[in-house]
C-alpha cells in the first residue's frame, strides 16, 4: 500500500510548530507594547510634572530629581523599545525561515499531485476501473481493489485541499510579514525621537548638577534636615503599629507589642498573603516609585546617605490609594508631616498607606483587594503626588519591592 499520510503529517507538524512559536510571540509582543504604553505615559506625567514644578520656581534640587526620574524612565522605554525590535526581527526571520520551508512542501505536494493525475490518466487509458474490478480472481481481492480506488480518490482530494490551504498559509505568511516590518520601521523612527529628547535631557542634567557640585554643601545640608523629618514620620508609624498589635493582643490575653497573637482564621490570611508575594497588585492604579527602600545615596547628592522604610511612590494629582490584599483596617491616623495614614492587617502582615489627604474608610472596616481607601495628598510646595507605602510583618519592616507585581 502507498504511504498517504506523510505529506499530510509533515504538513500538520509544521502548522502546529509555527503556530505555537507565533502565538508565545504574541504573548511577548502584547506584554512589551502594555509596558511601553505604561511608560509612554510615565514620562508624559513626569514631563507635565516638571513644566508645572518650573512655574513654581522649584529648588535646582527638586529639579534635578524629576529630571533624573524623566532620563530613568526614557532610558528604560529605549530598552524596551529595541526589545520589542529584536523580537519583530526574530519573528522576521521565523516567518521568513517558514514561508521557506512551506515553500518547498508545496512544490512536493504539487509533484506528488501530478504524478498521481499522470498515473490516474494512464490507467484509464490502459483499463477502465470496471474490468480493474472483474479481473480480480475472487470476492476478497475484488472488495480490496474496491477500497484501494476509494483510498486513492479521497487521496487526490486530500492533496487538492492541501495545496489549497498551503498556498493561503503562505499568503497570510506573506501579508504579516509586511506588516510587521512595517511595525518595525515605526519602532525604529519612535526608538530615534527618544534618544533625541534623552540627549536633551541629558544636557539639562549636566547644567543643573553644576549648580548643585558648587553648592553641595547647602544641598546636603537640606537633605540631612528632610531625612529627619522622615526619621520622625517613621518613628510615629513604627509606635502606631505597636500599639495596634498591643491593642490587638489585649483581647486574646497577650502583652506582646511586637508579635500578634493569631486566630486560625488570622493565620489563614496571613498564608494566603504570603502566597502571593511578588503577585501583589500596586497600591496606586499608575505610578513610579521614586524612593526605593531601605539605606542608600540620595539620587542626586550621592555623598549623603537616606534611608526609607518603605517606598515612595509618585502617582497622578487626585490619585486614590488601593489595597494589596484583603484584610481589616486596624488604624487610621494623622501623622505630623504626612497627613493621614491608614493600616491594613492581613493576619501578621501589615501594609500602611501614608500622606492620604482624604479617607475613604475607618478602623475596623473589612476591605478587599484593588478597593479605595483614600485619595494620595499633593504637595503645595513640589506639586507631587506621592503615597508612601510600608509593608511590616509584625513590627519588621519589609521591602514592598519583593512583594509587588514588578515594583
Avoid at 500500500?1 to 506523510?6: D, H, Q, R, T, W
Avoid at 477500497?147 to 493561503?168: P, S, V
Avoid at 491616623?333 to 501589615?350: E, L, S, T
Wanted: net charge positive; hydrophobic share 35%.
Amino acid at each position: 500500500m502507498i504511504a498517504l499520510n506523510y505529506p499530510k503529517t509533515l504538513f500538520c507538524l509544521l502548522v502546529l510548530f509555527f503556530s505555537l512559536n507565533i502565538s508565545n510571540a504574541q504573548t511577548n509582543r502584547e506584554e512589551l507594547e502594555k509596558r511601553r504604553i505604561e511608560l509612554r505615559n510615565e514620562i508624559t506625567r513626569i514631563n507635565e510634572l516638571r513644566i508645572s514644578n518650573q512655574k513654581k520656581q522649584r529648588s535646582v534640587l527638586g529639579q534635578v530629581e524629576d529630571l533624573n526620574q524623566q532620563i530613568k524612565s526614557t532610558e528604560d522605554l529605549i530598552k524596551l523599545t529595541n526589545q520589542q525590535a529584536n523580537l519583530l526581527n526574530r519573528e522576521i526571520n521565523t516567518n521568513t525561515n517558514k514561508i521557506g520551508q512551506l515553500r518547498k512542501e508545496l512544490e512536493k505536494l504539487k509533484e506528488d499531485y501530478a504524478r498521481m493525475i499522470e498515473k490516474s490518466y494512464k490507467s484509464k487509458s490502459q483499463q477502465s476501473r470496471v474490468m480493474f474490478l472483474l479481473s480480480s480472481k475472487n470476492f476478497l481481492q475484488a472488495y480490496k481493489r474496491l477500497q484501494y480506488m476509494k483510498q486513492y480518490t479521497n487521496y487526490r482530494k486530500q492533496q487538492g485541499d492541501e495545496i489549497k490551504a498551503n498556498t493561503q498559509e503562505l499568503q497570510e505568511l506573506n501579508a504579516r510579514l509586511v506588516r510587521q516590518k512595517e511595525e518595525k520601521d515605526k519602532l525604529i523612527a519612535e526608538n530615534r525621537k527618544t534618544r533625541a529628547e534623552l540627549e536633551k535631557n541629558r544636557k539639562s542634567q549636566q547644567t543643573l548638577m553644576a549648580t548643585i557640585r558648587q553648592r553641595e554643601g547647602e544641598f546636603a545640608s537640606q537633605i540631612k534636615s528632610k531625612q529627619q523629618e522622615i526619621d520622625e514620620i517613621d518613628r510615629a508609624i513604627d509606635k502606631m503599629i505597636r500599639e495596634s498589635i498591643a491593642k490587638a493582643n489585649k483581647e486574646s490575653g497577650s502583652t506582646s507589642r511586637s508579635t500578634y497573637k493569631l486566630t486560625p482564621a488570622a493565620e489563614a490570611l496571613a498564608a494566603d498573603f504570603n502566597n502571593n508575594k511578588g503577585k501583589l497588585p500596586w497600591p496606586v492604579q499608575s505610578g513610579v516609585v521614586t524612593m526605593k527602600f531601605g539605606k542608600q545615596p540620595h539620587p542626586v547628592v550621592r555623598s549623603v546617605m537616606v534611608n526609607n522604610n518603605g517606598v515612595r511612590i509618585d502617582t497622578d494629582k487626585g490619585g486614590k490609594a488601593r489595597a494589596v490584599f484583603n484584610g481589616t483596617v486596624s488604624e487610621v491616623q494623622a501623622v505630623k508631616g504626612a497627613n493621614q495614614a491608614v493600616m491594613v492587617r492581613h493576619g501578621d502582615y501589615i501594609t500602611i498607606y501614608n500622606n492620604l489627604e482624604k479617607v475613604y474608610v475607618k478602623r475596623g472596616d473589612r476591605v478587599v483587594t484593588e478597593q479605595e481607601i483614600g485619595e494620595v495628598a499633593t504637595s503645595k510646595s513640589t506639586g507631587k503626588t506621592t503615597l508612601h507605602f510600608l509593608l511590616y510583618k509584625n513590627d519588621q519592616k519589609m521591602d514592598p519591592a519583593a512583594w509587588i507585581y514588578r515594583m
